[in-house]
């Protein structure tokens, strides 16, 4: 008789598009978001923390660069005792689920609401090199608010957080556009009707055809350049790989306004604005946007935001199909090197704007609503370029070595103590200290020391039976330690030795002057 075959084991690999964070990656990101979120908070935002799935229906149609709707997302549909119920996809975005919360709770929230959230969207989308089916974002918002000075107060926040977190001021810049503006130049390119015809040609164009095809084209400006986004306006072009990629079909004179638009940019934001202004021309909705424009620049010019900061930039358009006036992009301007060593602008690490239409799709009321979301991992990126934070060097607890298993009691004695520190609350700057009691096999003492090394472990504490009765402990300094075996001559190892005696009583002092750098 034939023996069962054991059933195959799985796979120890994580799926593709996802990853695993460690310790330092994780507390990294905690840091970084827990000061996002203190300036937030001073902004007077509250905090919302949403559920990670939402109906199809609520999520909208909305992805950016996805033809088909819900395409880019991981759905699928309840079993409802034997019947198909309804369909169910994890969030994408933390926007979409705020629409829900302030059609759903209108009548309980006081509007203008303004909310933070901070949390993992999945997007079930091909992955590649830094980018993941599932990643961290950080968004701020207010709901309820009709007035621009909204955005206006959205961009300075976005500045302070920038500079709250490390990235230094004339390291970034906030670029502002508006929609409306836009949709002025649209209508010199198409005329102002829904489908008119153009006089050069003798076609009738399709404008809500051709405009997210348009935004999709012009949202490349920074990759591809003029010619490039010219070309693709027009009949199409070559990529780098040689592939054709299909135009959008505009006619050369067409190109030129969208171009120029583009292009509009001008030594000042007075400048800019009155270049917009010339070129949406008769265009009511246009020159809406452009007085919007006008009255943000106004705004953050009188609380000290300058141009330095905070500049009008018409090539700023957001991909998302559902931004209605202004729109914004932070970007970090200092140069990195890729992955063929060349130098390159980091890019942009945030964007946002006005959605007046979002919370209408629930309640068929105008709800007007704008707000900023922060890419977390590609701001912490940042923050490692501009070696602001180091995870390799991230700090581990102080490991209490085990001499004696029947002195089990003693060991993790030492090691609530070290946790349990008071820190003055008028200098809370140094922190807790870290401590764990080595709870592996105590056989083997050089393999605890190498525990210690791999947690980055900044000390040692060691007490044998004779420490014991003396009533002393060894305390080993392995920031030191790792000093010295670099190098240092012997002398120096001499005059500075990592492992010292200390009285039992003054453990705690010690192991504060070793990690406060006071010692070593």
């Known amino acids: 008789m034939a023996k069962d075959k054991k059933p195959p084991r799985p796979k120890a690999e994580t799926p593709k598009g996802f990853r695993d964070d460690f310790g330092a990656d994780v507390t990294e990101r905690k840091a970084m978001l827990d000061t996002i979120a203190d300036v937030y908070h001073r902004y007077g935002f509250d905090p919302l923390e949403t559920s990670a799935v939402e109906t199809l229906e609520a999520l909208g149609k909305y992805l950016p660069d996805v033809d088909r709707p819900h395409a880019g997302v991981f759905a699928w549909q309840e079993?409802?005792?034997?019947?198909?119920?309804?369909?169910?996809?994890?969030?994408y975005d933390l926007?979409?689920?705020?629409?829900?919360?302030?059609?759903?709770?209108?009548?309980?929230?006081?509007?203008?609401?303004?909310?933070?959230?901070?949390?993992?969207?999945?997007?079930?989308?091909?992955?590649?090199?830094?980018?993941?089916?599932q990643f961290y974002q950080c968004d701020a918002d207010t709901v309820g608010a009709a007035s621009v000075a909204a955005d206006a107060e959205i961009c300075a926040m976005l500045a302070d957080t920038l500079e709250a977190v490390g990235?230094?001021?004339?390291?970034?810049?906030?670029?502002?556009?508006?929609?409306?503006?836009?949709e002025g130049i649209l209508d010199q390119v198409f005329g102002f009707g829904e489908g008119t015809e153009d006089a050069v040609l003798g076609a009738v164009y399709d404008r809500e055809?051709?405009?997210?095809?348009?935004?999709?084209t012009i949202d490349k400006f920074d990759k591809v350049g003029e010619t490039g986004v010219r070309d693709l306006l027009g009949k199409g072009r070559l990529d780098a790989s040689g592939a054709y990629i299909d135009g959008v079909g505009?006619?050369?004179?067409?190109?030129?306004?969208?171009?120029?638009?583009l292009k509009s940019r001008g030594v000042s934001n007075q400048a800019t604005i009155q270049q917009l202004s010339q070129l949406v021309g008769e265009s009511r909705k246009g020159s809406d946007g452009v007085d919007e424009l006008r009255e943000i620049a106004a705004l953050l010019h009188a609380q000290g935001y300058h141009e330095d900061r905070i500049v009008i930039d018409p090539s700023v358009v957001r991909g998302l199909g559902y931004y209605t006036g202004p729109v914004y992009e932070a970007e970090l301007t200092f140069e990195i090197l890729d992955d063929k060593g060349r130098p390159r602008q980091f890019g942009s690490v945030a964007g946002g704007?006005?959605?007046?239409?979002?919370?209408?799709?629930?309640?068929?009321?105008?709800v007007p609503a704008t707000g900023v979301s922060i890419g977390v991992d590609r701001l912490l990126a940042a923050l490692r370029a501009k070696g602001r934070i180091d995870g390799a060097t991230a700090r581990g607890p102080v490991v209490v070595t085990v001499m004696d298993r029947d002195r089990m009691a003693d060991y993790q004695a030492m090691a609530a103590e070290l946790r349990s520190e008071y820190i003055d609350p008028n200098d809370p700057s140094k922190g807790k200290i870290r401590a764990e009691v080595y709870l592996g096999n105590p056989k083997n003492f050089g393999n605890q020391l190498k525990y210690a090394d791999r947690r980055g472990a900044p000390v040692a504490v060691i007490q044998g039976g004779d420490e014991?009765?003396?009533?002393?402990?060894?305390?080993?300094?392995?920031?030191?330690?790792?000093?010295?075996?670099?190098?240092?001559?012997?002398?120096?190892?001499?005059?500075?030795?990592?492992?010292f005696e200390v009285a039992r009583g003054d453990m705690l002092a010690e192991v504060r002057r070793i990690i406060d750098g006071e010692r070593s």
Do not use: C
Not at 167 to 182: A, E, Q, S
Not at 209 to 216: C, F, G, P, S, W
Not at 250 to 261: I, K, N, R, S, W
């Open 353 to 366: 704007g006005r959605y007046d239409d979002l919370v209408k799709r629930f309640t068929g009321q105008a």
């Open 209 to 216: 055809k051709y405009k997210d095809a348009i935004l999709r």
């Open 95 to 133: 926007t979409a689920p705020l629409a829900r919360v302030a059609a759903q709770y209108r009548n309980e929230l006081a509007f203008p609401y303004r909310r933070y959230a901070m949390g993992p969207v999945w997007r079930n989308e091909k992955p590649g090199p830094g980018r993941y089916r």
């Open 250 to 261: 505009l006619a050369p004179h067409q190109a030129d306004l969208v171009v120029g638009f």
């Open 167 to 182: 990235i230094t001021r004339g390291d970034y810049l906030i670029r502002v556009n508006n929609r409306k503006v836009l």
């Open 79 to 91: 079993d409802d005792e034997g019947d198909k119920g309804d369909w169910l996809a994890l969030r």
């Open 468 to 499: 014991k009765e003396r009533g002393v402990v060894q305390i080993k300094d392995l920031i030191l330690g790792a000093k010295i075996a670099e190098s240092a001559t012997l002398e120096e190892w001499k005059s500075q030795p990592a492992q």
